[in-house]
């Protein structure tokens, strides 16, 4: 196993201090290493990266950390790997560099001329920097809504959020007691036709409307906004703050003026901008010259199915589905380690 930080869980390590997984522990472990029950229903992020830890001690893998993989070339029947620590050669290859690996930013203009602070979300850390500040978050995704919740819970003078799309939204701990995940994994079969006004109804009955707070109801239902690559926003404690006044919602972030961002005719003066605005999967450098990404840069196949042109080489990890990206990845772990086994 080839990793490019100095330890296992390096993404989980960077990402912020509140974070809870947002999958329930039964569905989120490695195949055949459940996560320890202490760890309650909803695991912390540390207690992520130590159970990650403790796999990695656990399992008879060898692990060669801070080896960066800049490229993978075809070798023969096999392939070769170019490193920042010289070639490695294998004969198959398991690509899992994660969905979350490159921050994006959209090309906002005037972006370049902003005289306050403008950062991505994948460096928030806590609210103890924006104590007193007036603070931008933009987009509702999962990161955005939890971001702007933290905020307003930890001091910040002000906060809006820039909502393009009105998002669907779950309740992370709904009067029914059941988990988002058990909704998405008995929905992912269903077609779009069913989940969608379905997913409309479930946020009617335990969101309500939040119109008079910005928001007005989605159009579109969650199956038609996962194929758009955007899974509902699970609430930890974003629509309290909402409802309380402490979060502020505005339109789409449209440019940015020197110290000002104008948000569809708001113009605003934040002290910082948080750009909640996602990631890409940064796997073109990687393997763009094998013609194994779609346009948008996904892989076209997934693990254990290897693409027609690059024979043992696997993706696992890109398709972050409504069920949840860990236990679709600890499933398709298990189906490739099958194919891997056959003699
Ligand atoms: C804030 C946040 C919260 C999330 N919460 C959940 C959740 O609750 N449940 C869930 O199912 N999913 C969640 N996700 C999605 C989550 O990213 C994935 O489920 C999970 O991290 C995927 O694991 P992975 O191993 O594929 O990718 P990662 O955990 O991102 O691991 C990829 C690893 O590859 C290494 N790497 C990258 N490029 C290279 C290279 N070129 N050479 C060598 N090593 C490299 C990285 O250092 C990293 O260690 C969340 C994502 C974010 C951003």
Not at 41 to 56: I, T
Request: hydrophobic fraction near 35%; proline fraction near 8%; aromatic fraction near 6%.
């Amino acid at each position: 196993m080839l990793e490019s930080a100095d330890g296992v869980g390096a993404s989980w390590r960077g990402h912020y201090d509140r974070l809870r997984l947002h999958t329930t522990r039964g569905l989120s472990g490695l195949p055949g290493r459940p996560i320890p029950k202490r760890m309650g229903q909803w695991v912390a992020r540390d207690d992520f990266v130590s159970y990650l830890e403790d796999c990695a001690d656990s399992l008879d893998v060898r692990m060669r950390l801070g080896v960066r993989v800049q490229r993978i070339d075809r070798a023969g029947d096999g392939w070769r790997l170019t490193t920042n620590q010289g070639p490695v050669e294998a004969d198959r290859v398991v690509v899992a560099t994660g969905y979350n690996h490159t921050p994006w930013l959209p090309d906002w203009p005037g972006k370049d001329g902003f005289t306050a602070e403008l950062t991505h979300s994948s460096a928030y850390r806590n609210p103890s920097p924006y104590r007193g500040r007036q603070v931008l978050v933009v987009g509702s995704g999962n990161s955005g809504a939890e971001i702007a919740a933290d905020l307003a819970e930890g001091g910040a003078a002000k906060v809006w959020i820039s909502i393009r799309t009105p998002p669907n939204i779950v309740r992370r701990d709904n009067p029914g007691g059941i988990a988002p995940q058990h909704l998405g994994i008995v929905m992912r079969p269903l077609p779009a036709a069913i989940v969608d006004p379905l997913s409309l109804f479930v946020q009617r009955l335990f969101v309500g409307d939040l119109t008079r707070y910005g928001i007005p109801s989605p159009t579109k239902g969650v199956a038609t906004r996962v194929k758009e690559e955007q899974i509902p926003l699970i609430d930890v404690g974003f629509l309290d703050q909402l409802k309380a006044g402490r979060i502020t919602v505005v339109p789409g972030l449209d440019s940015f003026e020197g110290p000002e961002v104008i948000c569809g005719g708001q113009r605003l003066k934040p002290d910082a901008v948080i750009a909640a605005t996602g990631y890409s999967h940064g796997l073109e450098a990687l393997v763009g010259h094998l013609g194994v990404l779609d346009a948008g840069g996904r892989p076209s196949r997934y693990a254990p199915a290897s693409h027609p042109n690059a024979p043992g080489l696997f993706f696992i990890g890109y398709s972050n589905p409504i069920s949840g990206n860990l236990r679709e990845i600890a499933r398709d772990a298990r189906r490739l380690g099958r194919v891997f086994a056959k003699p």
